[in-house]
């Protein structure tokens, strides 16, 4: 069974850091691309940033270009996102999700996405 689990939210002040993980269980992570997601309640879903299956290839949102970092371990089935800088705005509820397999793309589609861990920033 495909289950990702996230960790690493919490709340952080203004221009903070925080490290969320994405842990893979059930199918060999290196073979797809991984996305973070966040949701803020009555807002649309916002891609932050997708890596490559290979971890070659990132890109991310616009809204967090230069301040976030997506790494991954696939000796580990790991996924990582590195928040520097953070703002209120990215106070939201992220989520790690697999994409389908051969995409790779912000707006590709995903499958197999986690409960999410909260991220709270205060100003």
């Known amino acids: 069974q495909v289950q990702l689990v996230e960790s690493g939210g919490g709340l952080v002040q203004f221009g903070g850091s925080l490290r969320l993980s994405c842990a893979a269980f059930g199918y060999a992570m290196k073979d797809y691309a991984i996305t973070w997601y966040r949701q803020v309640p009555g807002k649309a879903r916002e891609t932050v940033a997708v890596?490559?299956?290979?971890?070659?290839?990132?890109l991310y949102g616009d809204s967090v270009k230069g301040r976030f970092t997506i790494s991954r371990d696939n000796a580990n089935n790991m996924v990582y996102l590195q928040m520097d800088s953070l703002r209120p705005e990215d106070t939201a509820m992220y989520h790690c999700a697999r994409q389908q397999f051969g995409t790779f793309g912000l707006a590709a589609p995903y499958e197999s996405r986690g409960q999410g861990t909260q991220v709270t920033v205060s100003s």
């Open positions: 890596i490559s299956d290979d971890g070659m290839r990132t």
